[in-house]
T-cell receptor, first 116, second 113 residues
């Protein structure tokens, strides 16, 4: 069973629009960690955020915000006032606390296109 | 502050040839990971090292694949007798111990003709 689902394969919006990228995860562990990474066209994965399962506070960093909802097993990512430079593939990933090897389990990614 | 570096960035080879990739992690990071990423997919875990010890290998890693990290610093990933299905981006990441963020290199794109 897929443990990290990013149902949106591709999203296209016009610059300055807000956009939300969905991430739904599945785990039986009570301790786990969720991540978001950005992969711009250059290919290098860039870390955005890490959140542990005990911290349900939403987080805001500039134009980026994350909404963690344990009740729905979701960890969604919102970009406010999007810019062309936000165009990239965004990945959500899960690390289960029971995994001593700390492997990241990745979603398939959402390709975000911001049109000028 | 130098990040993770990988060489070469691109490799084109003929089927049946051997290829070797190198990854230089961030110097103080004791964990090093190899992933494979195909078009339209997220990275797939291949293997990882803590210092020089290879602690985990994915079932994806057939016996044609071997990885080393001899002195706990840089790592090499070798693919023997390459097949067209090996064409992918090979990513290296490093981190400190524990569930911390992994820093990724730019990847090596392999094309097997």
């Amino acid at each position: 069973a897929q443990k990290v689902t990013q149902a949106q394969t591709e999203i296209s919006v016009v610059e300055k629009e807000d956009v939300t990228l969905d991430c739904v995860y599945e785990t039986r562990d009570t301790t786990y960690y969720l991540f978001w990474y950005k992969q711009p066209p250059s290919g290098e994965l860039v870390f955005l955020i890490r959140r542990n399962s005990f911290d349900e506070q939403n987080e805001i960093s500039g134009r980026y915000s994350w909404n963690f909802q344990k009740s729905t097993s979701s960890f969604n990512f919102t970009i406010t006032a999007s810019q062309v430079v936000d165009s990239a593939v965004y990945f959500c990933a899960l690390c289960e606390g029971s995994d001593s090897n700390y492997q990241l389990i990745w979603g398939a990614g959402t390709k975000l296109i911001i049109k000028p | 502050d130098t990040g993770v570096s990988q060489n070469p960035r691109h490799k084109i080879t003929k089927r049946g040839q051997n290829v070797t990739f190198r990854c230089d992690p961030i110097s103080e990071h004791n964990r090093l990971y190899w992933y494979r990423q195909t078009l339209g997919q997220g990275p797939e875990f291949l293997t990882y090292f803590q210092n020089e010890a290879q602690l985990e290998k994915s079932r994806l890693l057939s016996d044609r694949f071997s990885a080393e990290r001899p002195k706990g610093s840089f790592s090499t990933l070798e693919i023997q007798r390459t097949e067209q299905g090996d064409s992918a981006m090979y990513l290296c990441a490093s981190s400190l111990e524990g569930i911390t963020k992994q820093f990724f290199g730019p990847g090596t794109r392999l094309t097997v003709l």
